[in-house]
């Protein structure tokens, strides 16, 4: 049994948690508020993520502590920089392999399918503050300071998936009731979409592999298909009547950023939107021997979760 600590216990910090329970190793769950899951195995801390002091305490003894915090979407370049900090101290002084959860904003915008072997180009606010955790802890790794690896995934769905996710419960819940699902863009551009309980078992499986530290990892994903085409096999799976899709006007969508600070920062990640967006993830599917859940399958755990809410 190994000590391990997990930062966050949202969409994917309580997944790590439960997969890590159920292996029988002893959990550390983190969050400013102590919430996450209750079940043996798993200890709940309220804490700052972001005090290092407090940080390297709790990680003491651990042999892997995992970032999936989750600062709100207009605050990150505010509060990811202590948080990484604190999280690369805590690590280094505990001897522990930190895995990071990211995303693919670093990238910017990019021709053809994103492959972790991209630069980090992104000019935007956001895929900077990302570009810069991911420097500053494979630098610390390089050096011997610290063992780290990052996994990073595209738009993520499924069980726990939040309201601010694109295709969370402001994109399900219409749907499943057989009302109109609104979409920022053209609903018919191909998009890589990646399961959650996937992106946490990548999480699991990078930390326990020698080989996979000192380098980022894509999350096993599934083929990109468009909104539409996501709705209908949901609907279908569902019972629900055929989707029935519309798209925010453009006028609207900057007039509710002038109030509505989350919306305000989605225009930095509009690119995502606009044109094909696919996530290449046949490196870690090779070298961690992992495959993404099958698209139907994948809907059919979230309709039974969203029913079960």
Not at 46 to 75: I, K, S, W
Not at 186 to 207: F, G, Q
Request: hydrophobic share 45%; proline share 7%; net charge neutral.
């Amino acid at each position: 049994m190994t000590k391990h600590v997990v930062v966050g216990a949202g969409q994917v910090g309580g997944h790590v948690a439960e997969l890590l329970a159920e292996a029988g190793h002893e959990v550390v769950v983190v969050t400013r508020s102590g919430s996450g899951p209750r079940r043996a195995g798993v200890t709940l801390v309220a804490a700052d993520a972001g005090d290092a002091a407090t940080m390297r305490r709790v990680g003491e003894g651990a042999d892997v502590l995992y970032n999936c915090a989750g600062p709100r979407y207009h605050r990150w370049v505010r509060d990811w920089p202590p948080i990484a900090a604190a999280l690369l101290s805590a690590a280094e002084s505990a001897g522990a392999v930190l895995v990071m959860l990211s995303n693919v904003y670093g990238y910017g915008p990019v021709d053809g399918p994103m492959t972790e072997d991209l630069p980090l180009a992104s000019t935007g606010t956001k895929g900077r503050v990302r570009a810069r955790m991911w420097e500053d802890a494979l630098a610390a790794h390089r050096s011997g300071r610290v063992r780290v690896t990052e996994v990073r995934g595209s738009d993520f769905f499924g069980p726990r998936s939040t309201d601010l996710s694109f295709l969370g419960g402001r994109f399900i819940g219409p749907l499943l009731a057989g009302r109109p699902a609104t979409v920022l863009s053209d609903p018919d551009i191909v998009h890589s979409w990646t399961y959650l309980p996937d992106v946490a078992r990548a999480l699991v499986a990078v930390a326990g592999n020698e080989g996979a530290w000192g380098r980022a990892w894509h999350v096993p994903t599934g083929p990109a298909v468009s909104a539409r085409e996501w709705a209908e096999r949901l609907c279908l799976l569902a019972g629900a009547p055929a989707p029935r899709i519309r798209r925010l006007p453009g006028w609207m969508l900057a007039a509710a950023g002038l109030v509505v600070p989350i919306v305000r920062e989605l225009k930095e990640t509009r690119y995502q939107f606009d044109r094909p967006f696919v996530l290449d993830s046949s490196a870690s599917e090779a070298a961690l021997g992992l495959s993404p859940t099958p698209l139907d399958e994948a809907l059919k755990e979230t309709i039974t979760w969203w029913r079960g809410r």
